[in-house]
């Protein structure tokens, strides 16, 4: 009985650190273009994307992160960093980051 309740522990432990606050780097860009940017420059893209209603993402390598926040300081940055390498320290939840912060690389 003590070894289950051992291993339902472990496997409880584990699982939250798994979801705890991962950092990565890459590029701010946009959910919608992701990449591949459509008007002018990245920066300019990513700005008129997110301001017609996009998420801003972020590239890391082939993968592409939508970022989830509120946060006024973060949203500001990232806006900034538009084209740009941030490192953005948050949850990871299939490809969305629940953003905690962000600072520009």
């Known amino acids: 009985m003590a070894a289950v309740i ?3 522990t472990v496997f409880f432990s584990l699982n939250a650190f798994a979801a705890g606050k991962q950092t990565f ?3 701010v860009g946009d959910a ?3 990449r591949k940017h459509m008007e002018g420059t990245a920066a300019d893209c990513t700005r008129a994307c997110v301001a017609k209603g ?3 993402a972020l590239v ?3 993968k592409i992160y ?3 926040t509120t946060d006024k300081t973060a949203l500001a940055t990232l806006d900034q960093q538009a084209g740009k390498n941030a490192t953005v ?3 990871l939840n299939g490809d969305t980051i629940t953003v905690s912060s962000v600072v520009a690389k």
């Open 32 to 34: 919608m273009c992701g």
């Open 54 to 56: 996009s998420k801003f």
């Open 89 to 91: 320290t948050g949850t």
């Open 66 to 68: 939508i970022l989830d």
């Open 6 to 8: 051992f291993s339902a």
């Open 60 to 62: 890391v390598g082939e």
């Open 25 to 27: 780097t890459g590029e």
